[in-house]
Each structure stands twice: as structure tokens, then as C-alpha cells.
């Protein structure tokens, strides 16, 4: 390398290093990381990609990164619980209480006494302040922990009874009759996909029954000629033979939402005589990833008691979040579910004044496997569908939804307070 080789000039490591830049960075990325990206703007230069003289600053703008190599991202596609987008996002509050719990916290000790205490006391609480109805309440680790412990404990070796019209798969690696039968349990299909009734159950329903199971379908709806039996009818079932009657209600609605008027919620279903029903924390319910187990006392205190409890138990920080989410303000997804679509339409006028675009009615969707089927009546920014791949690799990223060859921004789940910062994006991506 002679001195005249601009490799010369690249600032050495231990200088870039000593840098103010690097050593602040050093507290929030580590050192191994740093020194990685060091290397990475040295090697920049060294591939003259760069100018020896911007390696600092080059490096100063790596440095900013966040430590996840998660991007966050303004949900601009109308649809509410989006699963791609980590389901539902959390509330002030619950980002808060993770904050807190995410250090060391008495999850498990009583302060006063200074003993052990019994994990989750303030989620179960707060989950049976919103559901009065429920005389115990349990939280585990998602929806199909939730149902495979409540299945386990209650059927393990012997029969579950469940409609044939119920036996779904939602999502990706979730097929119900997969589930069930993962745990020992023995699946005794009933009915037809389309039609199953009360009869139906009470023949199936013996000695061997460790439970009747009821389903709620979420992402897919049956229509034409249908029948079921109601919850209601189960309990009668269910009471004459002696056996619990469990319901997946999937989305963790606790009380009736007059939005989304056929998604059952969990207070009317134990009210009608479920005795258990098990939910998601990050659908309906608008908080962290978490499993829902409400109803009567001696199958919950079961449940809490099986083995199996300890390998789907929450972690500190969904039980700090679900509290939060449970007792604190209105959550995000509340939030979009019910937005005024007089203000949509406004907003997305004030947004096309902007940055150009044409603004067209727009449903969103609740997603997530809730309410399929019924539309959020709103509007959105139709804008060319080349917009699309430049808004979600902007800063900050955005996902728009493509749709008949154009690109539809809905400001239904975008905070009103992110109306600017999306508005610069959209300008960026659209090259202006
Ligand atoms: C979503 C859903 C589940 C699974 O819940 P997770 O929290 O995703 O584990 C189970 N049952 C029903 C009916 C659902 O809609």
C-alpha cells in the first residue's frame, strides 16, 4: 500500500472506537456489535464505496440502529389485528408496565412479608373485574396453550366431543383436530360441517366424555342451510351428564361489542352456562401475546394445578402488559375498531391535500380470525401501486394494502398523532 493508496487514510479502529459516538453506542448495542459495525464502514471505504474522510460519520449514522432488528411499522391497511404486524399493539400504559416489569419486580413476592407469592395475582384480578361473570380467571402463554391445558386436564385419555363444523385451522400450524389430539385426548366428532344439533351431542355424549367443546370458528363463516347448538343448550347437555362444557372463543372479547355484534364474547357465553372458555391476550382483548382461562373455579384451580401449567405459564412481562391493558385506558385496537369514519374520511383528505392521491371509500377488517366477513366502513388514499414497496421500505416503514392495481393507504390503525410523520413518508416514497 503506498502513501498515496487512500486505504491510508481510513481511520484506525482504535480511534473509531475511542470515538464519543462508539463508546455511547457501546452501552446500548455492546461491544461486539460495535466493533462489527467499525469493521462494516472500514470496510466500505476500503471497497471505495465510500471516501476515507465519511467513514466516522458513516459509522456515527450506523450506530444509531436499534438493538432489534424488528422495524416498527405504521399499519396503514385497515385491518386491525393484523397478524403479520404482531397482532394487536399495546396501549401506553401496557408498553409502561412492560418497561417496569421487565426488571426485577416481585412477581412472585409478597413485599410486605417478604415471602413467595403466588404468580399473576394482579392480571387475574383485573381479568375478573372485566368479566364479573367468571368466578376464576388464568393466564397462560397464548390462546392454544389455553385450550390445550384446558383439554388436557379435563379429557386426557378419553373423549372430546366437538361439532364437525367447528374443526378448524386458523392460521399457519394451527389445526384443532391436530391440537386436541396432541394431547391425549381422543376427538369424537359430531354433527355435519354444516349442520350439527343439540341431538347430536347427547348421543356422542357417555361415560367416556371428558368434555363437550364448543368452537368459535373465527376466520371462516359457514352460510346457507346451517344449524348449531347455542351454548345454552350444551349447558343443559352438559349439566344432565355431568361434564364440563369448554369454548374457544379465540378472539378475547370480555363483553358484548355492538361493532362486531356475532363475535361472542366471554361474559354472555359464561353467563350462559360455559364453564370454562379460553381466549387470546392480542386479538380482541387488545393486549400482549397471552392465553385466557375464565370460568368456574374448580376447572380453572385444575387447570393452574396440572403439570402441563408450568410449561404454558406467562412470562413477567405479558402478565405486567395484560394488566395494564386490562384496567388502563381504551387500547389501540378498541381504538381503530371504533373509529368515527367521518374523521377517516377527513383525515385522509387532509393526507391527499398533501401528497396528491385520490380518496376512496375503504372497509378495513377487525383480522385476526375475528368478525370475518363484516366490513369497518371507512376511507383511504388511493395512490399508484408502485407506492407500495417504497412505503414499506421507508422510514418509517409503512404497510399500505395493494388491492385492484393500487395502492390504498387507510388511516384506520395509524395513530392520529403519526398523521404527519406518515404523510412525510408517503411524500418520500412517492419520490417527492
Ligand atoms: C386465534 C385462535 C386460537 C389460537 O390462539 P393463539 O393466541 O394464536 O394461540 C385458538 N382458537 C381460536 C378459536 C382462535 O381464533
Not at 396501549?91 to 413467595?116: F, K, N, P, Q
Not at 359464561?270 to 387470546?280: C, F, K, L, Y
Not at 399500505?400 to 418520500?428: I, M, N, Q
Request: charged content about 20%.
Amino acid at each position: 500500500m503506498s502513501s498515496q493508496d487512500p486505504r491510508s487514510r481510513i481511520p484506525r479502529t482504535d480511534t473509531l472506537l475511542a470515538s464519543p459516538a462508539a463508546l455511547e453506542a457501546t452501552e446500548r448495542l455492546g461491544a461486539a456489535t460495535v466493533r462489527r459495525l467499525v469493521t462494516a464502514a472500514q470496510d466500505r471505504a476500503r471497497r471505495g464505496e465510500i471516501e476515507p474522510e465519511q467513514v466516522a460519520a458513516v459509522l456515527a449514522g450506523s450506530l444509531q440502529r436499534s438493538p432489534t432488528r424488528l422495524h416498527p411499522v405504521l399499519n396503514a391497511t385497515g385491518v386491525v389485528i393484523h397478524t403479520n404486524l404482531g397482532r394487536a399493539p399495546l396501549s401506553r400504559a401496557a408498553i409502561d408496565a412492560i418497561c417496569t416489569a421487565a426488571e426485577y419486580v416481585d412477581v412472585e413476592l409478597d413485599l410486605t412479608t417478604g415471602t413467595r407469592s403466588k404468580r399473576g395475582v394482579a392480571a387475574r384480578a383485573a381479568l375478573l373485574a372485566r368479566c364479573p361473570a367468571a368466578e376464576e380467571a388464568l393466564v397462560v402463554n397464548n390462546g392454544a396453550a389455553a385450550l390445550v391445558l384446558a383439554t388436557t386436564t379435563l379429557a386426557q385419555g378419553r373423549e372430546i366431543i366437538v361439532s364437525r363444523g367447528e374443526l378448524i385451522e386458523i392460521g399457519a400450524g394451527f389445526r384443532l383436530p391436530d391440537l386436541i389430539a396432541s394431547t391425549g385426548a381422543r376427538l369424537r366428532e359430531v354433527g355435519t360441517t354444516n349442520r350439527t344439533h343439540l341431538v347430536d351431542y347427547a348421543d356422542a355424549t357417555g361415560p367416556e366424555t371428558g368434555c363437550i367443546l364448543k368452537v368459535h370458528p373465527s376466520n371462516f363463516r359457514l352460510g346457507g342451510f346451517t344449524a348449531a347448538a347455542s351454548v345454552s343448550e350444551l349447558r343443559a347437555l352438559a349439566a344432565e351428564h355431568d361434564v364440563p362444557l369448554v369454548v374457544d372463543l379465540g378472539s378475547g372479547l370480555l363483553a358484548p361489542d355492538p361493532m362486531i355484534p356475532d363475535e361472542p364474547d366471554a361474559s354472555t357465553t359464561i353467563s350462559d352456562g360455559a364453564d370454562v372458555i379460553t381466549a387470546s391476550g392480542d386479538k380482541l382483548l387488545g393486549g400482549p401475546q397471552a392465553g385466557i382461562v375464565l370460568g368456574r373455579k374448580e376447572i380453572v384451580d385444575r387447570m393452574a394445578k396440572h403439570p402441563l401449567a408450568r410449561a404454558v405459564r406467562a412470562d413477567k412481562l405479558a402478565l405486567a402488559a395484560l394488566e395494564a391493558t386490562l384496567s388502563g385506558p381504551d387500547t389501540p385496537t378498541s381504538v381503530a375498531l371504533h373509529a368515527d369514519p367521518v374523521r377517516l374520511r377527513e383525515r385522509a383528505e387532509k393526507l391527499a391535500a398533501t401528497v396528491g392521491g385520490e380518496v376512496v371509500p375503504h372497509d378495513g377488517r377487525v383480522g385476526g380470525g375475528g368478525a370475518p366477513g363484516v366490513p369497518l366502513p371507512g376511507w383511504a388514499v388511493a395512490l399508484p401501486e408502485s407506492a407500495a414497496a417504497a412505503l414499506r421500505l421507508g422510514d418509517p416503514a409503512v404497510l399500505p394494502r395493494s388491492h385492484g392495481g393500487r395502492c390504498l393507504v387507510d388511516l384506520r390503525c395509524v395513530p392520529e398523532s403519526e398523521d404527519e410523520r406518515l404523510a412525510a413518508a408517503v411524500r418520500a416514497a412517492l419520490g417527492g
